[in-house]
């Protein structure tokens, strides 16, 4: 390949690393000759989607010779009513991914800063490199709880935009909502706050914020949904944002003009409206957590309460090795490596038979 054009990749786009998924099962079977395999790396809903959902899909396969509604009206319509806001206070997305991405073509210009807490979701960074900004990263206090104030002091003149992961990834503590509420009086004029919610289905907390009503009462607060968890949709990639209309209105500029295809379009908006479904899974979730945490409590070994469907654990060892060894049994987890947890592993919430599988595995290792 010609030298010149490999010299005329953008500087950032080179400071860029791919994203590392969680390994698939199919892989991990070859690779060790396995036929049973638990998938707890990637905070996906152990159940998979609901029968209605599976019919909807079925329903709209004779139509894919047509381009998806480029605006997902319908999806944005179901959307605005559960959360009582309007249609244009939404957008939806090719996952929320696509989202992050958007907003840094949005919003970002070279050299503004993002502040984000560490350790967070890796995609806040890839966005923000992406439109050659840098990142402010503020340290989780003790307990990987939430410090608001010290993130107040990393915002400078040049930040345009604050990711704020609750309940958090990886490690499921999450922001208060009379913390965030004074946060925001405190913050200075100019700066977008990104609450990115992924999890959000999951919270027991009472005391827990919820963006929607700082959307609702005009803050600079875009808060980010996703149908990969709860709605147990992560494999057709549906997203939504909820943020001023006038703020939706610039993000919708950068966006594809059919970014979010057909199938699912009408899965969420299924999926969306199968509360029995959204019930089993809460259920599932709260379950599988209670015995993790007693297995956890009977091996010695730390974990962070969670409000989301995944665990962050310290195994007190190099957690690449723990890693390596519970995919050798069919277990696939999380390193915390990547995050700089180099003890620590996350693990999703499974179902109870892949839970113990897990529990089994640590126990061996
Ligand atoms: C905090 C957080 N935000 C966003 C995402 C991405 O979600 P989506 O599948 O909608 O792109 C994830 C996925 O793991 C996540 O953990």
């Known amino acids: 390949m010609s030298r010149q054009i490999l010299q005329n990749v953008r500087k950032n786009v080179t400071k860029l690393s791919p994203y590392i998924p969680g390994k ?8 060790y000759g396995l036929s049973e395999v638990a998938k ?5 809903n152990p159940i998979g989607p609901s029968k209605k959902v599976q019919a909807a899909i079925q329903s709209v396969l004779g139509e894919l ?6 605006g997902s009206t319908e999806l944005k319509r179901a959307i605005a009513q559960k959360h009582d806001v309007t249609p244009e206070h939404i957008l ?3 996952g929320s991914d696509e989202l992050i991405k958007m907003l840094s073509e949005t919003f970002l210009h070279p050299g503004d800063e993002v502040v984000m807490p560490a350790p967070s979701f890796s995609q806040y960074v890839f966005g923000t490199l992406l439109m050659d900004g840098s990142v402010n990263y503020v340290p989780l206090a003790e307990g990987f709880e939430y410090d608001l104030d010290a993130i107040l002091r990393a915002i400078t003149p040049r930040t345009k935009m604050v990711y704020l992961c609750t309940p958090n990834n990886p490690t499921g503590t999450y922001i208060r909502k009379e913390a965030f509420a004074a946060f925001m009086r405190k913050l200075p004029e100019g700066v977008l706050i990104v609450l990115d919610e992924a999890y959000y289905e999951y919270v027991t907390a009472a005391d827990a914020v919820h963006g929607l009503s700082f959307v609702r009462e005009g803050y600079p607060v875009v808060v980010l949904h996703t149908f990969s968890k709860l709605y147990a949709l992560a494999g057709l990639r549906v997203g939504y944002l909820v943020a001023d209309p006038s703020i939706v209105q610039e993000i919708n500029r950068v966006r594809e003009p059919f970014n979010v295809n057909t199938v699912a379009q009408v899965a969420a908006v299924t999926a969306l409206d199968d509360t029995e479904h959204v019930q089993t899974s809460i259920e599932v979730n709260e379950s599988g957590k209670k015995q993790l945490y007693s297995a956890f409590e009977r091996l010695g070994l730390t974990y ?12 007190k060892r190099p957690s690449k090795e723990v890693f390596q060894q519970l995919l050798k049994v069919g277990v696939i987890i999380r390193s915390g490596e990547p995050f700089g947890l180099s003890t620590w592993i996350r693990v999703s919430v499974g179902t109870q038979e892949e839970n113990i599988r897990l529990i089994e595995a640590l126990e061996q290792i």
């Open 65 to 70: 010779h047509r381009y998806p509604d480029g």
């Open 24 to 31: 698939p099962i199919r892989e991990v079977q070859e690779e």
């Open 304 to 315: 962070i309460p969670t409000q989301t469907n995944f665990i962050l654990v310290d195994t």
């Open 92 to 94: 939806v997305g090719n």
């Open 40 to 44: 707890l790396a990637s905070n996906e």
